[in-house]
């Protein structure tokens, strides 16, 4: 089965910087990739989602770039601000079941 | 996105009794989701339930311990069956927010933390 693996497991920044956090895959057949905020006690949130026939996708503050050929994926946040700290989860799935396999997590914190 | 709710937000339950969560969407969706969150870790895929036919179970995950309903297309139900304290975790159902057809960006509920003493 999918195998996503996800780092850092824990980052802190500064406000104001950028934020990377990385996945890989070990699925070929996997073409959706999205990502998750989870704020403590709060549900998993979609923040952003890019599918394999696109390389790159921005969205405000937040983007992601996907890889195929290596199969990674990777966030990139800039401009952090402290409402930006929170768990970040990484997923990978392909059309045949839909299910979300899930990295394990990286907890960002940023800084005042 | 879908409205996601379910019931109960949190319970205590007592080694060797079942306990029933509810999810309930606001609108017909096709694909829904029963995940597991313990403490501290991520999302793990319990099943999929399916519209009038058995749930699709993950290996590790078994009918009798966790069975599913979904009678229709807003409604589902996990019960998790003899609990014990390792079946503390946060269950978390999801939907994919559309009627017409799969589709696999998912939306989650706002999860059910359950503690068994």
């Known amino acids: 089965g999918e195998n996503v693996e996800q780092h850092p497991s824990t980052l802190s920044v500064q406000e104001g910087d950028s934020a990377v956090i990385k996945c890989t895959y070990s699925?070929?057949?996997?073409?959706?990739f999205p990502w998750y905020k989870q704020e403590l006690g709060k549900r998993p949130q979609l923040i952003i989602d890019?599918?394999?026939?696109?390389g790159e996708k921005k969205d405000q503050r937040i983007a992601v770039t996907l890889n195929k050929t290596a199969k990674h994926f990777s966030l990139h946040i800039t401009e952090t601000q402290p409402e930006d700290s929170a768990v970040y989860f990484c997923?990978?799935?392909?059309?045949?079941?839909?299910?979300?396999?899930f990295g394990k997590g990286t907890s960002l914190l940023v800084t005042p | 996105s879908a409205v996601i709710s379910q019931k109960p937000s949190r319970d205590i339950c007592q080694r060797g009794t079942s306990l029933t969560i509810q999810c309930q969407v606001d609108?017909?969706?096709?694909?829904m989701f029963w995940y597991r969150q313990q403490p501290g870790q991520s999302l793990t895929l319990i099943a999929t339930?399916?519209?009038?036919?058995?749930?699709?179970?993950e290996s590790g995950f078994v009918i009798d311990k966790f069975p599913i309903s979904r009678p229709n297309l807003t409604f589902s139900t996990l019960t998790v069956s003899n609990m014990s304290p390792e079946d503390s975790s946060i269950y978390l159902c999801?939907?994919?927010?559309?009627?017409?057809?799969?589709?696999?960006?998912?939306?989650f509920g706002p999860g059910t933390r359950l503690t068994v003493l």
């Open positions: 999801s939907v994919d927010g559309t009627s017409g057809g799969a589709t696999d960006t998912q939306y």
């Open positions: 699925d070929s057949a996997s073409n959706y």
């Open positions: 890019i599918r394999s026939n696109v």
């Open positions: 997923a990978a799935s392909h059309n045949s079941g839909y299910a979300l396999n």
């Open positions: 609108s017909q969706v096709t694909m």
């Open positions: 339930a399916n519209q009038g036919s058995e749930a699709t179970y």
